[in-house]
């Protein structure tokens, strides 16, 4: 006989992922590519890695496309993530809530425009995005079933995560930390000669970061057999053009300066404080500046960076600021790249199929993307005011209510990855967002279900707790 609840439970569970899987493999088949995408799925085909793209995404899609041939594995492979990493977060995080409103409300936020068009795209920041979602549901899970399965399961997750994005170890970090308080609560601790709580967090969390982030290195090493291509190059030369201009004097490393010094007339005609892309590429045939795989160029460029930013320290806030606004739709008529709108031209034949329910989808972003939900500075001042009340809290005793340990930690890894943009974004694609949204909106639900119900034991904010 079979336990017909626990069957229908079951079903409810699955449905949400089923429908939202479906509809988004349905609309976005067979997934679409940028030049980025393009990149990594030739690297994967190829079996030839190098480090503007950190391996590892590269090398699973190259050995799913020996399966499903093209975007499309990689399309389920996120989107399964995504869907079932939302599912299960909001049914760990909200388990009293009624099945019809979970359902709903994984409906919902799959469906939330920003969201959804974003799940169309094979990148990265899908990818590490989905992957920290289902990690952090699934330590959600296991802090709630007491589950050290689901706990182990959670920080492969995140180790994917951190691993297929150059600056994924700062949102790593705080559910790395969420994990250590779980390693505790489950009585991992025990035989810990310490009592001291908060020191056996501490110390678990950055041996679990230390941990993560060295095999990351050593597989990454283990995958690229090239020389090293420095992506960082082009933050720092588009900072050192952006106070160039601001300051009315040439700021370049010596091998950019031959084999003339380019004019602030130059720099001016192909700066932009949205994106690095015109000052390295283009076909109008004017100035274009060279990127550099010679470890002595970048050392002569790191130590010109350092220098020019030391010295003229208001002209870089201002550079940085004016990407950051752009970025977070503090400024400018509308938001920059919301989402991919197909495939674009390659080698690799590879062409996006767009139905009639397609074609009339894009056609309604079109005056979505000009209006608040692509807002990218409102999720970002989510995550801010969370996290100001949680630690308020945890230090001060003095607000209503605790927030948990879970919140606390989705909040900060939103807000450490939007705010460290500020000093590392190459772009105002809004697809760097995607995190920060995610983390702010699921943040909220969680605070929603925590302030209506008795607060479990060992669930509240503990990190400066003894």
Known sequence: MYNRPAVLKALWNILPILVGLVITLYIFYPGYLSNDSVDQLTQGRENNYNDWHPPLMSWLWGRIDQVVPGPFGMLVFHNLLFWGGLELFINSAAPNWSRYLKFVLVLLVGFYPPIFMLLSTIWKDVGMTAAFLFGTALLSYAQERKSGLALFAALIAIWYGLSIRINGIIAAIPLIFFAAVIFHDLGYFATWKHPNKTLQILISGIVLTGMMFFTTKVIEKGFIKV????????????????????????????????????????????????????????????????????????????????????????????????????????????????????????????????????????????????????????????????????????????????????????????????????????????????????????????????????????????????
């Open 227 to 466: 020389s090293p291509t420095y992506p960082i190059q082009q933050v720092l030369i588009h900072d050192l053009v952006g106070i160039s201009l601001r300051t009315q004097e040439v700021f370049l490393p010596d091998y950019l300066l031959l084999p003339e010094p380019p004019t602030l007339r130059e720099l001016r005609r192909i700066y932009t404080p949205g994106t690095v892309n015109h000052l390295f590429f283009g076909d109008d045939g004017g100035l274009r500046l060279q990127f550099t795989n010679s470890r002595s160029l970048i050392s002569n460029l790191v130590s010109t960076w350092e220098n020019v930013v030391l010295d003229h320290p208001k002209a870089y806030l201002f550079h940085r600021s004016r990407i950051f606004y752009r970025q977070y739709w503090l400024e400018g008529s509308r938001v920059c790249h919301p989402y991919q709108d197909g495939t674009t031209p390659n080698a690799l034949g590879i062409q996006s199929s767009q139905t009639a329910l397609t074609r009339n989808l894009f056609a309604r972003m079109d005056s979505i993307q000009t209006t608040f939900l692509y807002r990218g500075w409102i999720y970002l001042l989510i995550t801010f005011l969370l996290v100001l009340y949680g630690y308020g809290y945890a230090l001060f005793n003095r607000m209503k209510f605790p927030l948990s340990t879970m919140i606390l930690a989705l909040s900060t890894s939103g807000l450490l990855f939007g705010v460290a943009y500020f000093f590392i974004s190459p772009a105002c694609d809004f697809r760097f967002n995607f995190w920060v949204m995610i983390s702010a909106i699921l943040s909220l639900i969680a605070t929603a279900y925590f302030k209506t119900q008795p607060i479990p034991p060992g669930q509240a904010s503990v990190f400066f707790k003894s």
